[in-house]
């Protein structure tokens, strides 16, 4: 079965820090893999997504994530972080013949003025 | 851009009680979803839908909860006998297919009491 660990359930970060979140899939085949913010009572935005090709891929606001296969890894990163991007951020991936998701537990980000 | 539109926002309802959730998905997507968020937890799939049919249900989609797509537009979720432990953020979701992701509506919150 699919699964997807964010090993960090919090993290804390001053404004204008850089921000890593780590995420790590399991899957057979290529995975298509998300990341989703979630501000608190709002529904889930996609930052990202990563298909195949360019293993670094730009999302919206800033943030970026990158693909490595040899660590089974999507890793989220912004280099300064703004207080506006305190959320919930979830990992997800996809596969199979009817593209569901399967999410992560999310990691809560704090920003620190 | 195109939205998925989730009525009502928030749902109370008694224990016993039949509850329908709707969606409205992107109009030229092909694959429809329900998820659902319990407080504090993480993302769980529910249910797919293509071609008019269910095409996978997790463990969780018991015999409680149906889905209908009863006009073309319009993607329903009902729970037949709400339990206290229905009470979370139903998200609905819609995608062209397998290389575009997906559009999240911004969730249902349903309070059984």
């Known amino acids: 079965a699919q699964s997807v660990t964010q090993p960090d359930i919090h993290i804390t970060v001053s404004e204008g820090a850089s921000l890593e979140l780590r995420c790590n899939y399991s899957y057979g085949a290529t995975p298509y893999l998300f990341w989703y913010v979630q501000s608190p009572g709002q529904g889930l935005q996609l930052l990202l997504k990563y298909f195949s090709g360019d293993t670094l891929v730009q999302g919206i606001k800033g943030f970026e994530a990158e693909f490595k296969r040899s660590q089974s890894s999507f890793n989220l990163r912004k280099p300064s972080v703004h207080w506006s991007d305190a959320a919930e951020y979830f990992c997800?991936?996809?596969?199979?013949?009817?593209?569901?998701?399967?999410f992560g537990k999310g990691t809560l980000l704090t920003v620190n003025p | 851009e195109p939205e998925v539109t989730q009525t009502p926002s928030h749902q109370v309802t008694q224990m016993g009680q039949e509850v329908i959730l709707r969606c409205v998905p992107i109009?030229?997507?092909?694959?429809f979803y329900w998820y659902r968020q319990i407080l504090g937890q993480k993302v769980e799939f529910l249910v797919s839908?293509?071609?008019?049919?269910?095409?996978?249900k997790s463990e969780i989609f018991d015999d409680q909860f149906s889905v209908e797509r009863p006009d073309g537009s319009n993607f329903t979720l009902k729970i037949r006998s709400t339990k206290l432990e229905d009470s979370a953020m139903y998200f609905c979701?819609?995608?062209?297919?397998?290389?575009?992701?997906?559009?999240f509506g911004s969730g249902t919150r349903l309070t059984v009491v």
């Open positions: 997800a991936q996809s596969g199979g013949s009817n593209y569901k998701l399967t």
């Open positions: 839908f293509y071609n008019n049919e269910i095409s996978e």
């Open positions: 979701a819609s995608s062209p297919g397998a290389n575009y992701g997906y559009t």
């Open positions: 109009s030229n997507h092909l694959y």
